[in-house]
Structures are given as structure tokens and as C-alpha cells.
């Protein structure tokens, strides 16, 4: 708890603030956020197809990301901090307003032991800040398969948010 009320003061006082702010819920910005999603999805399989698995990684990471910002939308939060981000969809699993594993949320952001380096977020950072632009074929299939389920779950995740209202 004590991370997403740092999240709540580091979203005071300023006008481009760096966490988190409770909003209205906001339908048209979730919705945004889904079709930026759907975007990096495709961006995901056309660079994948074209041998371009280290932006393929960004994109996949991004795809969810922009997803997980959607929930965080339609659930009346505004987000401008990754990490953030994740803990508020943490504390919306913790207070079953979502319906989602905390493994999800794992898969997107490092979790130690769990996922050791494979996580989405650590694998953009490898591949967008280092030299490498190979990407071991199971690691990017799972990778790519992950971000098309999580995407997809937070897509039904905002239409029930939405339908509660």
C-alpha cells in the first residue's frame, strides 16, 4: 500500500505530474488506449515478420502497456509513471474491482524470481538500450503470445468497468 500512496503524492501539485492522479473514469481515453494497443500489436507481427525481433519486443511491451492504461482510464486513474501504472492495477486486484491475475501484471514488469529478466519490461529495456537485435525464438513467441492475451483480457476488463457503471 505503501507504494501506490507515493504513486497519489508524486500526482499532486503539479500540472505534468509524475504518478498517479484519481480522475472521473474516462471512456474515450481507455478507448484510446486500446486502439494504441491494437496498434503496437500489429507493429509487434509486422516487424516480427520482417526479422525485426528486438522493436518487436517494444512493441509488445508497449501493446500491453498501453492496455494496462485503459483499465487504468475507464477505472479513474490517470498514470504518467510505469511503475506506477502497475501498482494501481495491483491495488485494483487486491480490492477486486478487476479480475486478473497478479501474474499479469508480473509478466509485464520485472517480479524477481518469477519471470528473472524475461518480463516484458526487462526485455524492451535489453533490446531498445542495448546492441543486441537477436531474440531467442521461444522467448519472443511467448512474448508475442503474452501480449496478445493480456490485451485482449484488458479489452474485456474495460467493457466490465464500463457495463458496472
Given at each position: 500500500?505503501?507504494?501506490?500512496?507515493?504513486?497519489?503524492?508524486?500526482?499532486k501539485?503539479?500540472?505534468?505530474?509524475?504518478?498517479?492522479?484519481?480522475?472521473?473514469?474516462?471512456?474515450?481515453?481507455?478507448?484510446?488506449h486500446?486502439?494504441?494497443?491494437?496498434?503496437?500489436?500489429?507493429?509487434?507481427e509486422?516487424?516480427?515478420?520482417?526479422?525485426?525481433?528486438?522493436?518487436?519486443?517494444?512493441?509488445?511491451?508497449?501493446?500491453?502497456?498501453?492496455?494496462?492504461?485503459?483499465?487504468?482510464?475507464?477505472?479513474g486513474?490517470?498514470?504518467?509513471?510505469?511503475?506506477?501504472?502497475?501498482?494501481?492495477?495491483?491495488?485494483?486486484?487486491?480490492?477486486?474491482?478487476?479480475?486478473?491475475?497478479?501474474?499479469?501484471?508480473?509478466?509485464?514488469?520485472?517480479?524477481?524470481?518469477?519471470?528473472?529478466?524475461?518480463?516484458?519490461?526487462?526485455?524492451?529495456?535489453?533490446?531498445?538500450?542495448?546492441?543486441?537485435?537477436?531474440?531467442?525464438?521461444?522467448?519472443?513467441?511467448?512474448l508475442?503470445?503474452?501480449?496478445?492475451?493480456?490485451?485482449?483480457?484488458?479489452?474485456?476488463?474495460?467493457?466490465?468497468?464500463?457495463?458496472?457503471?
Amino acid at each position: 500500500m505503501q507504494k501506490f500512496e507515493w504513486c497519489l503524492e508524486k500526482g499532486k501539485n503539479e500540472k505534468k505530474h509524475k504518478g498517479i492522479r484519481k480522475i472521473a473514469p474516462n471512456s474515450s481515453e481507455a478507448d484510446g488506449h486500446i486502439e494504441k494497443a491494437l496498434h503496437n500489436l500489429m507493429a509487434m507481427e509486422s516487424m516480427h515478420g520482417q526479422g525485426f525481433d528486438d522493436w518487436c519486443v517494444s512493441a509488445a511491451f508497449y501493446s500491453m502497456y498501453h492496455a494496462a492504461l485503459a483499465v487504468l482510464y475507464e477505472s479513474g486513474f490517470e498514470s504518467r509513471n510505469q511503475e506506477c501504472t502497475f501498482t494501481v492495477l495491483e491495488h485494483l486486484i487486491d480490492r477486486k474491482i478487476i479480475d486478473m491475475k497478479k501474474e499479469t501484471v508480473w509478466i509485464i514488469r520485472k517480479a524477481g524470481e518469477v519471470f528473472e529478466e524475461n518480463d516484458a519490461k526487462s526485455l524492451r529495456e535489453t533490446f531498445q538500450y542495448g546492441v543486441e537485435t537477436k531474440v531467442n525464438p521461444t522467448i519472443i513467441g511467448e512474448l508475442m503470445k503474452n501480449s496478445r492475451e493480456i490485451v485482449q483480457k484488458m479489452r474485456i476488463i474495460v467493457e466490465e468497468l464500463r457495463s458496472k457503471r
